[in-house]
C-alpha cells in the first residue's frame, strides 16, 4: 500500500483569461493602429476558448500579440493555448479561435506515464480522467518524479496538486 501520493494535472484559471481578455481590450480601444478595425477578443467560457476578429489577418497577429502579452504578465502559460487557422469571415474581416486545454489529454498522460515507468522510480503513476496520480512509500521518490517531470516539455504546463 502506497503511504504517500501527488496528482498531476494542467488547469488553467479562467478568471485570470477574462481579466487578461478585459486589459486586452482596453489596449485596443486605444492603440492608433486598431482605429476603425472593428477588433475585438472574446472569452468563451462554455467552450473553453478565446475568439479574435479583426478587419484583416494582420490586425488578427496584432491582436494575438497584445493578448498573449497580457497573459503572460499575469503567469498564464502560452503552453497550454492551442491556436486555430486565421480564417475569412464575413464583410472582408478576420478571425481566429484558440483553445485553453484544461486537463490532460490521454495521450500525454500515457506519454508521461511511459516517461515515470522508463526512470525505473519506486512509483506507481495512474490515470484518473483529465489527470494523474502517482504514488509510492517514498517521499524522496516522489520529489524525484516530480523533478524529472518538472525537466521535460510535454507541450503542457504541468502543476503538482494534492500531495499527502
Same mark, same amino acid.
Given at each position: 500500500?502506497?503511504?504517500?501520493?501527488?496528482?498531476?494535472?494542467?488547469? @488553467? $484559471?479562467?478568471? @485570470? !483569461? *477574462?481579466?487578461?481578455?478585459?486589459?486586452?481590450?482596453?489596449? &485596443?480601444?486605444? %492603440?492608433? $493602429?486598431?482605429?476603425?478595425?472593428?477588433?475585438? !477578443?472574446?472569452?468563451?467560457?462554455?467552450? #473553453? =476558448?478565446?475568439?479574435?476578429? #479583426?478587419?484583416?489577418?494582420?490586425?488578427?497577429?496584432?491582436? %494575438?500579440?497584445?493578448?498573449?502579452?497580457?497573459?503572460?504578465? %499575469?503567469?498564464?502559460?502560452?503552453?497550454?493555448?492551442?491556436?486555430?487557422?486565421? /480564417? *475569412?469571415?464575413?464583410?472582408?474581416? =478576420?478571425?481566429? #479561435?484558440?483553445? !485553453?486545454?484544461?486537463? &490532460?489529454?490521454?495521450?500525454? =498522460?500515457?506519454?508521461? #506515464?511511459?516517461? &515515470?515507468? $522508463? *526512470?525505473?522510480?519506486?512509483?506507481?503513476?495512474? !490515470?484518473?480522467? $483529465?489527470?494523474?496520480?502517482?504514488?509510492?512509500?517514498?517521499?524522496? /521518490?516522489?520529489? *524525484?518524479?516530480?523533478?524529472?517531470?518538472?525537466?521535460?516539455?510535454?507541450?503542457?504546463?504541468?502543476?503538482?496538486?494534492?500531495?499527502?
Amino acid at each position: 500500500m502506497a503511504d504517500y501520493s501527488f496528482d498531476i494535472v494542467s488547469k @488553467v $484559471d479562467l478568471n @485570470v !483569461i *477574462a481579466e487578461a481578455v478585459s486589459a486586452a481590450g482596453k489596449e &485596443i480601444a486605444n %492603440r492608433y $493602429d486598431f482605429k476603425g478595425t472593428n477588433s475585438s !477578443i472574446e472569452l468563451s467560457e462554455k467552450e #473553453s =476558448a478565446l475568439n479574435l476578429h #479583426s478587419s484583416d489577418e494582420y490586425k488578427v497577429g496584432a491582436l %494575438r500579440d497584445v493578448l498573449f502579452t497580457r497573459l503572460a504578465k %499575469r503567469g498564464v502559460a502560452l503552453k497550454n493555448l492551442t491556436q486555430g487557422k486565421v /480564417e *475569412a469571415a464575413l464583410g472582408g474581416n =478576420a478571425k481566429q #479561435s484558440i483553445k !485553453i486545454q484544461q486537463g &490532460i489529454p490521454s495521450e500525454k =498522460a500515457k506519454e508521461i #506515464s511511459k516517461t &515515470i515507468k $522508463d *526512470a525505473k522510480l519506486k512509483v506507481a503513476a495512474s !490515470i484518473q480522467g $483529465d489527470q494523474l496520480r502517482v504514488s509510492s512509500k517514498s517521499k524522496d /521518490e516522489l520529489q *524525484a518524479t516530480q523533478a524529472l517531470l518538472r525537466e521535460k516539455d510535454f507541450g503542457l504546463e504541468l502543476q503538482f496538486t494534492n500531495y499527502r
